[in-house]
């Protein structure tokens, strides 16, 4: 990459931040963002793929891109909407008291400059290689540790074929245990906080992406094939016992665990 191209892409960093910040304070400062940042944010990522099971009933190019075709048909519509309450009803009585108490404790301050491209890249991906190393541990103890499953994991195994909205339908202690994650893998690593915005965006993304049901021509993990996917994650909801790991494959292949698909 030339030196102009780099000079040109920290300039569009630094008025992205400067325009983030620039009146914006106020509302990054709030105790309630975090928790409504991550609902809407997820709410948002998983809306193409209520169209998705919408269209299915009438595309068989749709249906075609499903990953189990003995997975019977998409979610109802009723599905999405039980699905969207549960997952509200925890963020507004789990994730906003206990994001809102964290916050307040400790207030992040909002550096003037915005971090490099290079700088941007490595921390989020460090981010998320952390917090791929820490849910695979946490994954596993849910799984082996029966008391553990039952008060913590077994809400989110009532999908044995998930849908988008699902990444985000587990207990309140599972869902309060994954943000202490995400948070610790991005203060470990010393992110700036655009970093951290981007880590939390693609880390909601992913989440979804595993949970969607469909292995789509443009999936992430087709182009990155350190990348797990959708099948992947059916995978392990299916049999429980493999792919414990949310996005990366190396773990789960390093420990045995790994299972391509169902
Ligand atoms: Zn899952
Ligand atoms: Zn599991």
């Known amino acids: 990459m030339s030196a102009a191209h780099d000079e040109a892409s920290a300039r569009v960093l630094q008025s992205l931040w400067e325009s983030v910040r620039s009146g914006q304070e106020e509302i990054l400062l709030s105790p309630y963002l975090p928790a409504s940042f991550a609902f809407l944010?997820?709410?948002l990522l998983c809306a193409p793929f209520l169209a998705l099971d919408a269209l299915?009933?009438?595309?068989?190019?749709?249906?075609?891109?499903?990953?189990?075709?003995?997975?019977?048909?998409?979610?109802?519509?009723?599905?999405?909407?039980?699905?969207f309450l549960r997952v509200l009803y925890r963020y507004l009585t789990a994730v906003l008291p206990a994001t809102a108490l964290f916050h307040t404790l400790g207030s992040p301050a909002l550096p003037q400059l915005?971090?490099?491209?290079?700088q941007l890249f490595v921390e989020v991906f460090a981010s998320l290689l952390l917090f791929d190393t820490f849910f695979f541990i946490w994954h596993v103890c849910m799984h082996r540790v029966p008391w553990l499953y039952r008060n913590t994991h077994r809400q989110h195994h009532q999908h044995h074929?998930?849908?988008?909205?699902?990444a985000q339908d587990s207990g309140s202690l599972e869902l309060l245990s994954l943000l202490?994650?995400?948070?610790?893998?991005?203060?470990?690593?010393?992110?700036?906080?655009?970093?951290?915005?981007?880590?939390h965006l693609i880390n909601s993304w992913l989440a979804v992406e595993d949970h969607c049901g469909y292995k789509l021509p443009w999936a992430l993990?087709?182009?990155?094939?350190?990348?797990?996917?959708?099948?992947h994650h059916q995978a392990h909801h299916t049999l429980h016992s493999v792919n414990?790991?949310?996005?990366?494959?190396?773990?789960?292949?390093?420990f045995g665990?790994?299972?391509?698909s169902v």
Not at 61 to 83: E, K, Q, T, Y
Not at 161 to 166: G, I, K, N, T, W
Not at 221 to 231: D, M, N, S, V
């Open 244 to 254: 414990y790991a949310p996005y990366f494959i190396h773990w789960d292949v390093l």
């Open 180 to 199: 202490l994650l995400a948070l610790s893998s991005t203060w470990i690593v010393g992110c700036h906080p655009l970093s951290e915005i981007s880590f």
């Open 221 to 231: 993990h087709r182009q990155l094939p350190c990348l797990g996917g959708a099948p």
């Open 41 to 43: 944010t997820h709410v």
């Open 56 to 83: 299915g009933s009438v595309s068989p190019r749709v249906r075609s891109w499903r990953i189990a075709a003995g997975s019977g048909p998409p979610p109802s519509l009723r599905c999405w909407f039980d699905c």
């Open 257 to 260: 665990t790994y299972r391509g």
């Open 114 to 118: 915005a971090p490099s491209c290079w």
């Open 161 to 166: 074929v998930p849908f988008a909205l699902a």
